[in-house]
């Protein structure tokens, strides 16, 4: 395992190109705040510039004034890292809001709490502190698990849901079924790797066709992305509950639009097929050519344009709803 230090840090292009990315993000329009959800437990997340005020030298948070989009990172990197091309497209016309989870980016807790429950809790409280009352949820991988959490705990929170690569739970059954195709014997294998070799394995099963990088390009990613091991492997463990005790597919309110991979190795269209078929008659589901799991990175183009398309009939239909 690569540990990454104050020195080696200073050269690595991963941790250089950091301040390029929120530099382009402020210029779109948001601004990173840390926010205490309660004490001991601090988010990360960036925020439109017109929702922060001062009064008295104090920040003070003020309600949206356009259509809210949440957006909910996958497990392997973080929400800026994940999103940073969607944020660009959607900002003119959104508020966007994109937090770290627990233990990703600048998020920390000393609770032990490890469950996606826990982390739509604390997504959720966060954006009370904001003044944010109503989202469309966008979510890819764990951001989609952490996402239904969020539907079925806060409906009046979250009004819509776009997903992408995840599942409504993580079970033992389909854990199983990964595990066989991808030769696995649990999810950290995959997604915590130690090695670069584990990180090109992960990128190959990842995406449709991953992209070639140098080799220095792998190192410095696994430097910089993968930090809070011990507590991110408890999240992991944490995820996959027995086929018992599994939430039932039934009773979201919301619209849910899943737009998938067509070569998504970890969550087939198989599978994404027979997720919209026990979700109802409110669930759509479109397939993007040519990409694999991490479609929002693979074929952000397409995936925006679909993105938009969504957006828009659903701050319509919210918007005849509040009518």
Same mark, same amino acid.
């Given at each position: 395992m690569i540990t990454l230090t104050a020195d080696n840090q200073m050269g690595n292009t991963i941790a250089?190109?950091?301040? &390029? $990315?929120?530099?382009? #993000?402020?210029l779109a329009g948001l601004t990173r705040q840390t926010i205490e959800i309660e004490p001991g437990t601090l988010m990360n997340i960036w925020v439109p510039k017109q929702t922060i005020t001062k009064h008295d030298q104090n920040i003070v948070y003020v309600p949206p004034t356009k259509p809210v989009v949440l957006l909910l990172h996958s497990f392997a990197m973080d929400g800026i890292f994940t999103w940073f091309l969607q944020v660009l497209a959607l900002t003119r016309e959104y508020?966007?809001?994109?937090?770290?989870?627990?233990f990703f980016?600048?998020?920390?807790?000393?609770?032990?709490?490890?469950?996606?429950?826990?982390?739509?809790?604390?997504?959720?409280k966060g954006l009370e502190i904001l003044k944010v009352e109503k989202v469309t949820l966008v979510g890819l991988s764990y951001g989609g698990m952490v996402g239904f959490k969020m539907a079925k705990m806060?409906?009046? &929170? $979250?009004?819509?849901? #776009?997903?992408?690569g995840t599942v409504v739970e993580l079970n033992e059954s389909i854990s199983r079924d990964s595990y066989k195709e991808l030769g696995l014997t649990r999810w950290s294998d995959l997604l915590m790797p130690e090695t670069i070799d584990g990180l090109k394995r992960m990128l190959s099963i990842g995406f449709h066709k991953a992209p070639w990088l140098p080799e220095f390009i792998y190192r410095d990613f696994l430097e910089v992305m993968f930090s809070n091991r011990k507590e991110r492997n408890e999240l992991l463990e944490?995820?996959?509950?027995?086929?018992?005790?599994?939430?039932?597919?039934?009773?979201?309110?919301?619209e849910i639009h899943m737009v998938w991979g067509d070569d998504d190795k970890i969550f087939d269209l198989d599978l994404a097929m027979t997720m919209k078929m026990r979700l109802g008659g409110k669930t759509s589901l479109e397939r993007i050519k040519d990409a694999g799991h991490l479609v929002p990175l693979e074929q952000p183009f397409e995936y925006n344009k679909r993105l938009k398309c969504i957006l828009e009939r659903v701050t319509k239909n919210h918007l005849l709803t509040d009518i």
């Open positions: 250089l190109l950091t301040p &390029l $990315v929120h530099g382009l #993000v402020k508020s966007v809001y994109v937090p770290d989870f627990l980016g600048g998020s920390i807790t000393d609770r032990n709490e490890r469950s996606a429950s826990f982390q739509a809790e604390f997504v959720a806060y409906p009046e &929170l $979250v009004k819509s849901m #776009v997903v992408s944490e995820l996959v509950v027995t086929d018992k005790d599994a939430t039932s597919y039934t009773n979201y309110p919301q």
